[in-house]
């Protein structure tokens, strides 16, 4: 596989990014469902990969159903689960899952709510988790995909 047919990767949180901190607990925002599938989907290119605690409740199969079916259909897999829950764990579940289902090259970037996840060089769309992914979350990420050479498959 050349670098070219790499697809890139959004790792995805969904507690502070598609849930507020302020709902209900295990429900998905519509408003913020929507926008970041109005961000995703124009990219052909793009796979989803689930990082949330929610993985450890629910299957693949299960969580690809909150989503609509052309969102569903770029959710790859979710990150496994790391029994050290010490300083950026999710990054080091996120290069866990890279090294073992992608190929050196691939770009990524993350979507979560919590800076302590991650190193701070690593590629993150941080979310306040009093307000979710937001349009300009939207608009950050577009900036994002851009710079690793994507664009929106026109219509």
Same mark, same amino acid.
């Given at each position: 596989?050349?670098?070219?047919?790499?697809?890139?990767?959004?790792f995805?949180d969904?507690d502070?990014?598609l849930?507020?901190?302020?709902?209900?607990?295990?429900?998905?925002?519509?408003?913020?469902?929507?926008?970041?599938?109005?961000?995703?989907l124009?990219?052909?290119?793009?796979k989803?990969v *689930?990082?949330?605690?929610?993985? #450890?409740?629910y299957?693949?199969k299960?969580?690809?159903? +909150?989503f609509?079916a052309?969102? @569903?259909?770029r959710?790859e897999?979710?990150?496994?689960?790391?029994?050290e829950?010490?300083?950026?764990?999710?990054?080091?579940e996120?290069?866990?899952?890279l090294?073992?289902?992608?190929?050196?090259?691939?770009?990524w970037?993350?979507i979560?709510?919590?800076?302590?996840?991650?190193p701070?060089?690593?590629?993150? *769309?941080?979310?306040?988790?009093? #307000?979710?992914f937001?349009?300009e979350?939207?608009?950050? +990420?577009?900036?994002?995909l851009? @710079?690793f050479?994507?664009?929106?498959e026109?219509?």
């Amino acid at each position: 596989m050349s670098l070219a047919n790499i697809p890139t990767l959004i790792f995805l949180d969904f507690d502070g990014v598609l849930r507020r901190n302020t709902s209900p607990l295990y429900e998905l925002e519509p408003v913020l469902v929507r926008n970041l599938e109005n961000a995703v989907l124009p990219y052909t290119d793009l796979k989803v990969v *689930i990082t949330s605690s929610w993985r #450890e409740a629910y299957s693949t199969k299960r969580l690809r159903n +909150l989503f609509s079916a052309k969102f @569903a259909e770029r959710i790859e897999g979710a990150t496994p689960i790391s029994n050290e829950r010490s300083e950026h764990y999710r990054y080091r579940e996120i290069l866990a899952y890279l090294q073992r289902y992608h190929e050196a090259g691939a770009d990524w970037v993350a979507i979560d709510d919590d800076p302590l996840h991650f190193p701070v060089d690593s590629p993150l *769309i941080l979310t306040d988790p009093s #307000e979710g992914f937001t349009q300009e979350k939207a608009n950050e +990420l577009d900036d994002v995909l851009r @710079a690793f050479g994507e664009g929106p498959e026109r219509r």
